[in-house]
C-alpha cells in the first residue's frame, strides 16, 4: 500500500526578487511500512522534502499525498491534526522544552493530542520506559546525555501514535556508538511497531545498512 505520493514536486523560496529553487520535479512514492533514507550533500534538499511531508511547509507546485489525502487541500486545523496523529518529526537538535523533565515534554504532545491528565502520566510513563529510560522520568534536558534526549524526542515523536515518522539527522549531533543505539531503535520501531519511517541522513554506509530503499537528491532533485 502507498502512504506517501509526491507528483513533479517542487519548492522555490523568494529572497528579495531572487527565486531560490530547493526541490525540483520530485515524484516518488512510499510504501507503508518502508525504511527510506533521503541521502545528499548540504543543501540538496532533503530537509526541505521531509518538512513538506511533515506539512511544517507548503509546496509552491506540484502534489503531496499522504494516506489518500493532498495536503495542500487541507485547512489549517485539518492540517494541525495530521501533524498530530499521522506524523512524528524528530530533529537533529531535540527540539526538548528545556524547562521540562523527559515525561512533562512528552506529556506536552499528548496534551495537543487530547489524552486525559492521568493517561498522559501512564503513557508517558510507558513510552520512556519502550525507549529504555524508565528511570529519567523526572529529569530535564540538561541532566541528558546526547543519546537519552533523543530518546526523549523519539518518545514524544510516538505520543500520539502516528504511522509516519521522519526523523531529520536523528543522530548528526551524536558519537558513533549513541548514533548506533539510536537507528537500531529506528529499525524496531519499524520491524516490530510497523512505522513508516523516512530518515534524513549524511551517512549513506549506515543508511544502506538498515534502510529498505535509498533516495538520493542532488540540486533538489531525485538522482
Not at 502507498?2 to 516518488?28: C, E, F, H, M
Not at 506529556?107 to 491528565?117: D, E
Request: with cysteine; net charge positive.
Amino acid at each position: 500500500m502507498i502512504i506517501i505520493t509526491t507528483k513533479k514536486l517542487i519548492k522555490q523560496y523568494r529572497k528579495g526578487k531572487i527565486i531560490v529553487p530547493a526541490l525540483n520535479d520530485i515524484s516518488i512514492k512510499v510504501k507503508q511500512g518502508e525504511y527510506i533514507s533521503v541521502i545528499g550533500k548540504s543543501g540538496s534538499g532533503k530537509s526541505t522534502l521531509l518538512n513538506l511531508i511533515g506539512g511544517l511547509d507548503t509546496p509552491t507546485a506540484g502534489d503531496l499525498i499522504v494516506q489518500d489525502k493532498a495536503l495542500q487541500s487541507l485547512s489549517r486545523k485539518e492540517l494541525a491534526k495530521y501533524r498530530r496523529f499521522v506524523v512524528g518529526m524528530i530533529f537533529q537538535s531535540f527540539n526538548l522544552i528545556p524547562s521540562k523533565t523527559a515525561r512533562e515534554n512528552i506529556s506536552l504532545a499528548l496534551i495537543f493530542g487530547g489524552v486525559p491528565g492521568k493517561e498522559r502520566k501512564r503513557r508517558a510513563c510507558e513510552l520512556l520506559d519502550m525507549v529504555g529510560l524508565k528511570d529519567r522520568t523526572d529529569h530535564k534536558p540538561s541532566e541528558l546525555s546526547g543519546g537519552e534526549a533523543q530518546r526523549v524526542a523519539i518518545a514524544r515523536a510516538l505520543a500520539n501514535d502516528p504511522e509516519i515518522i521522519l526523523a531529520d539527522e536523528p543522530t548528526g549531533n551524536l558519537d558513533s556508538s549513541t548514533s548506533s543505539e539510536i537507528i537500531d531503535l529506528l529499525v524496531k520501531l519499524n520491524k516490530q511497531k510497523g512505522k513508516t519511517i523516512i530518515m534524513v541522513t549524511h551517512d549513506e554506509e549506515a543508511a544502506g545498512k538498515v534502510s529498505d530503499r535509498l533516495i538520493r537528491l542532488k540540486d533538489g532533485m531525485v538522482v
